[in-house]
Nanobody
Framework: QVQLVESGGGLVQAGGSLRLSCAAS????????MGWYRQAPGKQRDLVTT???????KYADSVKGRFTISRDNAKNTMYLQMNSLKPEDTAVYYC??????????????WGQGTQVTVSS
């Protein structure tokens, strides 16, 4: 089992920045992909960005050039630096940790979510 706790959400004006953190505990050594997802009111949960155990990253087109994902393996913590925030970035942001074996998801863990609100 893996437990994830997000922090760092809040209210910010458009153009501002926030940094989210996701602290992991438990059997973390089995995790090989971590990521951030977000869900706006009335919408589905969408992928924002992922980072593999080797450091490879992927980003949704809507956040490329503005958001940066990183992980500190020594601290079992993942970060999401969000710059140039827009009102459409407003959502609950969820941390995800996944164990993928031969292309099959064998473990899928979620944090409780943290609210990010961007005012215009």
């Amino acid at each position: 089992q893996v437990q994830l706790v997000e922090s760092g959400g809040g209210l910010v004006q458009a153009g501002g920045s926030l940094r989210l953190s996701c602290a992991a505990s438990g059997t973390f050594s089995s995790i090989n992909v971590m990521g951030w997802y977000r869900q706006a009111p009335g919408k589905q949960r969408d992928l924002v960005t992922t980072i593999g155990s080797g450091g490879s990253t992927k980003y949704a087109d809507s956040v490329k050039g503005r958001f940066t994902i990183s992980r500190d393996n020594a601290k079992n913590t993942m970060y999401l630096q969000m710059n140039s925030l827009k009102p459409e970035d407003t959502a609950v942001y969820y941390c995800n940790a996944r164990r993928v074996v031969l292309g099959i998801v064998r473990g899928d863990y979620w944090g409780q979510g943290t609210q990010v609100t961007v005012s215009s």
